[in-house]
Structures are given as structure tokens and as C-alpha cells.
């Protein structure tokens, strides 16, 4: 006969589990709180990019009137690089290779790039958790950490600012729990105003060329006569598009797979294509690619996410 636990055994794996489910739910607040600071607030800050094996300091001077948004980012190392945002639009400067870069997408901002957003589907992917407060540029913050149920995703930490919620640091974690990925601010200000001057890029453009990144679709083109048979638990096909790339005259497919925090792009060349591509694996800091070759085609998979990720993904692509 089977002996029942007794009943303090019970009471303790109760309240764990009653801890476990409010930490999960306040860290869901933070992460909420997170993403509205950053859009919301003004600021004007220092940060530390570290990625790839590479260090960059910039500086972020944000400003929202009214729900309009402006910002700009300006590289303070090498060559000095900007980013300018007005609402939506907006423009990356490349003084090295006299080059205006027109974008429609935040995420070229490298502060959104490497921070997660939160939506309810992730909780079946990911676990959230509060950890302790720490101190980061001399301000409070509270430690908040998304880690993956599986191995094919990376996890994050995250330090936001107690007062506003503001990601003061945040890491991304890697395979075997290395940082693959880390921003560190070492100075911010939350002003009541930003005046327009301070928005404003500070690069004469004048003979630069002017290029306009393709449109990525929100729904999925018709036209791709690619699926993958087998993806990881949780990612599905968010977009698709059929555009030149840079340094081809060939047009190339693109899909895009996501679990709504983790994202995994699908390059597949046009067969009269000369560019090569080495099978098999290739890294840089946090993103990896695999390649391989499928009916004739190139398929190239890469994303900020495990290998076997990538792998699975790309050997799992069938031509329809």
C-alpha cells in the first residue's frame, strides 16, 4: 500500500509552487513595465554593446511628446555611426561607407534588438522568474530572468531600473551558460524634456547614397514553394518575402520563423546564384548559421539562437 506524504511534505510543496506561480507573475509585470518604459520615457543614457567578440559605447537620447517618438543613437567608438528615429521611420548613417540606410523596423536599434518582450504564448517555451535587486549605474534595480523550458532557445537576465522599469543590463545566455550577449548602461537621465536639437543627426550626408531596406510582409506570401517539416516546439512562420540582397542580382527567398521571442531567418538562393556558401556551421557571438544545400538550392539558417536551433530548421526545409 502506498503511503500518503505527510501532511507538512504537502503544505511545503504548496507554498512552493504558490512562490513559483507569483514570482512567474510578477516578473510578467516587470517585463510589461519594461517595454512601456522604453518607449514611453524620456532618457538620455550611455551603454555598453558587447556581441559578437566586439564592444561598442553609444549613447541613446530618447524623447515621446504626446505618444510621437524621437530618438538617436550615436556610436561613440570607430567611426561614430547614428541611428535616427522619427516615429516609425527611420535612418542609420554610415559616414565609413558614405551610406543612408532607410529602415521601417525598431529592431535595428541595438537596445530593442537584444531585449525579449513579453506575450502569454511564451509561457509554455519559457520560464520567468525574480531574482534579487542589484545596483546598476548607481541606481536600484530589480534582477528578472526568462529562461528556456528546452534546448533549442537562449535565456535572458535582465536588471531593470526599480523606479521606472527602464533595462539598465541585460544578458543573454548561450548553450553552455555563457554571455553571448551583454548591454550595460554606465549612465542614464530621465529628463522632463529633450529638445529638438539633441534629436537631431549631427552627420552631414550630403553625397551619401540613399538606400531603402525591402518590406518584410506581416502575412505569409502564397508564392514560396517552401515549408519545413518539422520545426522546434513553438516556432512558425511569421513572414516571407522574395527580394534582391545585397550583392546579388538574384532575387532570394526569405522566411521567418519565431516562438514570439526567439527568431530564425531561412535564406534560400536563387540556383543561378555565385556565391558560396560553406555547409555546415558558422558563428558569430550569440547568432549562429547552418548551411546546406536542398534540391540545388542554397539554404542558409541563422538567428540568435542555440545550433541544433538553425540545424533542425534547415535540414527540416522541403521544397513543395
Given at each position: 500500500m502506498r503511503r500518503s506524504?505527510?501532511?507538512?511534505?504537502?503544505?511545503?510543496?504548496?507554498?512552493?509552487?504558490?512562490?513559483?506561480?507569483?514570482?512567474?507573475?510578477?516578473?510578467?509585470?516587470?517585463?510589461?513595465?519594461?517595454?512601456?518604459?522604453?518607449?514611453?520615457?524620456?532618457?538620455?543614457?550611455?551603454?555598453?554593446?558587447?556581441?559578437?567578440?566586439?564592444?561598442?559605447?553609444?549613447?541613446?537620447?530618447?524623447?515621446?511628446?504626446?505618444?510621437?517618438?524621437?530618438?538617436?543613437?550615436?556610436?561613440?567608438?570607430?567611426?561614430?555611426?547614428?541611428?535616427?528615429?522619427?516615429?516609425?521611420?527611420?535612418?542609420?548613417?554610415?559616414?565609413?561607407?558614405?551610406?543612408?540606410?532607410?529602415?521601417?523596423?525598431?529592431?535595428?536599434?541595438?537596445?530593442?534588438?537584444?531585449?525579449?518582450?513579453?506575450?502569454?504564448?511564451?509561457?509554455?517555451?519559457?520560464?520567468?522568474?525574480?531574482?534579487?535587486?542589484?545596483?546598476?549605474?548607481?541606481?536600484?534595480?530589480?534582477?528578472?530572468?526568462?529562461?528556456?523550458?528546452?534546448?533549442?532557445?537562449?535565456?535572458?537576465?535582465?536588471?531593470?531600473?526599480?523606479?521606472?522599469?527602464?533595462?539598465?543590463?541585460?544578458?543573454?545566455?548561450?548553450?553552455?551558460?555563457?554571455?553571448?550577449?551583454?548591454?550595460?548602461?554606465?549612465?542614464?537621465?530621465?529628463?522632463?524634456?529633450?529638445?529638438?536639437?539633441?534629436?537631431?543627426?549631427?552627420?552631414?550626408?550630403?553625397?551619401?547614397?540613399?538606400?531603402?531596406?525591402?518590406?518584410?510582409?506581416?502575412?505569409?506570401?502564397?508564392?514560396?514553394?517552401?515549408?519545413?517539416?518539422?520545426?522546434?516546439?513553438?516556432?512558425?512562420?511569421?513572414?516571407?518575402?522574395?527580394?534582391?540582397?545585397?550583392?546579388?542580382?538574384?532575387?532570394?527567398?526569405h522566411m521567418v520563423f519565431?516562438?514570439?521571442?526567439?527568431?530564425?531567418?531561412?535564406?534560400?538562393?536563387?540556383?543561378?546564384?555565385?556565391?558560396?556558401?560553406?555547409?555546415?556551421?558558422?558563428s558569430v557571438g550569440s547568432?549562429?548559421?547552418?548551411?546546406?544545400?536542398?534540391?540545388?538550392?542554397?539554404?542558409?539558417?541563422?538567428?540568435?539562437?542555440?545550433?541544433?536551433?538553425?540545424?533542425?530548421?534547415?535540414?527540416?526545409?522541403?521544397?513543395?
Open positions: 506524504a505527510p501532511p507538512y511534505l504537502v503544505g511545503l510543496s504548496l507554498l512552493c509552487m504558490m512562490m513559483t506561480a507569483a514570482q512567474g507573475q510578477d516578473a510578467r509585470v516587470w517585463l510589461d513595465r519594461m517595454n512601456a518604459a522604453l518607449e514611453q520615457l524620456n532618457y538620455d543614457g550611455t551603454f555598453v554593446h558587447v556581441h559578437g567578440g566586439n564592444t561598442e559605447t553609444l549613447r541613446i537620447i530618447h524623447r515621446n511628446v504626446d505618444g510621437v517618438v524621437a530618438e538617436r543613437i550615436v556610436s561613440l567608438d570607430g567611426v561614430g555611426r547614428e541611428i535616427i528615429r522619427e516615429a516609425d521611420n527611420i535612418r542609420c548613417i554610415l559616414p565609413d561607407r558614405k551610406v543612408v540606410l532607410l529602415e521601417e523596423r525598431r529592431e535595428i536599434n541595438p537596445l530593442v534588438s537584444a531585449l525579449p518582450s513579453y506575450s502569454q504564448k511564451l509561457e509554455a517555451h519559457y520560464r520567468f522568474k525574480i531574482y534579487s535587486t542589484d545596483r546598476v549605474a548607481n541606481r536600484q534595480t530589480q534582477v528578472v530572468g526568462i529562461m528556456p523550458r528546452d534546448e533549442y532557445r537562449y535565456g535572458y537576465v535582465l536588471w531593470l531600473d526599480w523606479e521606472t522599469a527602464m533595462p539598465l543590463k541585460s544578458r543573454l545566455w548561450g548553450e553552455n551558460k555563457e554571455i553571448v550577449e551583454e548591454i550595460h548602461f554606465t549612465s542614464i537621465e530621465f529628463p522632463d524634456s529633450i529638445p529638438d536639437a539633441a534629436l537631431q543627426a549631427t552627420i552631414v550626408t550630403d553625397g551619401f547614397a540613399l538606400f531603402s531596406s525591402p518590406k518584410v510582409s506581416d502575412e505569409i506570401a502564397n508564392g514560396i514553394p517552401w515549408r519545413v517539416a518539422q520545426l522546434p516546439d513553438g516556432f512558425h512562420l511569421t513572414a516571407t518575402t522574395h527580394n534582391p540582397m545585397a550583392g546579388s542580382k538574384y532575387p532570394v527567398e519565431s516562438d514570439g521571442l526567439a527568431t530564425v531567418s531561412v535564406f534560400i538562393e536563387d540556383p543561378k546564384t555565385e556565391a558560396e556558401v560553406t555547409e555546415g556551421y558558422s547568432t549562429n548559421a547552418f548551411s546546406l544545400t536542398v534540391d540545388g538550392r542554397k539554404v542558409t539558417a541563422v538567428g540568435e539562437v542555440p545550433r541544433r536551433t538553425v540545424e533542425s530548421i534547415a535540414t527540416s526545409l522541403q521544397s513543395e
